[in-house]
């Protein structure tokens, strides 16, 4: 007996219909699926597509992962049925509209040696951060205004959005927190730099983004890392007058810089990338 028969045999039966349903989706590429999905391709109403879901979970071939969206699990998968898939295309489940951002997305562009176990999802709109498959899935509520400068990227053939290189700096540069520091950030300037980081698209979106604490940050770290940055003179002049920390997540101390209108919260010389 092959693996897929013996597989075949140990989970449970399949009736037509549904059998129908995981060929024709599966053949259309689908690895996560909505009871909309359900309905239109059986066309059967919600209710039915409800309880044919619920069926196909208890028998082993669905995998719920939120309210309405099911993972298919293969034959390949295995008797016990333990399968997953890649957590970018669950993440673009987690919220609509969406993009990986900040650590993950850090990760994505080779920006850091870190691989972090959170996957973050930013959005504009209300959702939840959740756990799934063992997996946290951050999510992190901007306004509509922060939700620009990502793009399109192919996973497993599907497309996924993640934040560029340059948004992904700025985006970090906003939340030290979510990046896992601004010695992190550091580090990804100088890999961005070497990856021929547009710096002048940066500074756009900071003019886009209006954030005083952000656009400090960045011009700051440049500064220290030896970083060109072409519209330095206008990002100096679009300083806002308070006092912002350098890194949000270590405590307010340390000294005040008038330059930059920062409170300089961490070491500069732990910023700077260290000697191979």
């Not at 959702?127 to 399109?152: D, L, M, N």
């Not at 330095?232 to 340390?254: C, K, M, N, Q, W």
Request: aromatic fraction near 6%; glycine fraction near 6%.
């Amino acid at each position: 007996m092959s693996a897929i028969e013996d597989t075949q045999s140990k989970r449970a039966g399949l009736s037509t219909r549904e059998s129908r349903l995981l060929s024709r989706l599966a053949s259309e590429g689908h690895q996560i699926i909505s009871i909309d999905d359900i309905e239109t391709t059986l066309e059967v109403p919600s209710n039915t597509a409800r309880e044919i879901a619920s069926r196909l979970t208890e028998k082993g071939w669905l995998n719920r992962l939120l309210p309405g969206r099911y993972l298919i699990i293969p034959l390949a998968a295995g008797e016990e049925a333990i399968y997953t898939t890649h957590e970018y295309l669950i993440a673009t489940h987690v919220a609509e509209p969406m993009y990986i951002g900040y650590y993950s997305a850090l990760s994505h562009h080779g920006l850091t040696e870190q691989v972090p176990r959170t996957v973050y999802v930013v959005t504009p709109t209300r959702a939840q951060s959740r756990e799934i498959h063992g997996v946290p899935y951050r999510v992190t509520t901007i306004t509509e205004r922060k939700f620009f400068g990502f793009e399109p990227t192919s996973i497993e053939g599907t497309t996924v959005h993640v934040s560029d290189l340059e948004k992904t700096l700025v985006d970090c540069a906003d939340h030290p927190e979510f990046c896992g520091g601004i010695r992190e950030l550091a580090t990804a300037m100088v890999a961005a730099d070497e990856q021929g980081c547009s710096w002048r698209t940066v500074g756009e979106y900071l003019d886009h983004l209006d954030n005083g604490a952000v656009t400090k940050r960045i011009v700051y770290l440049a500064d220290q890392l030896e970083i060109n940055l072409p519209t330095r003179e206008a990002l100096v002049e679009s300083f806002t007058s308070g006092y912002s920390l350098i890194d949000p997540t270590h405590p307010e101390r340390g000294p005040t810089d008038s330059t930059y209108c920062l409170r300089i919260n961490v070491e500069p010389a732990m910023l700077k990338p260290t000697e191979s």
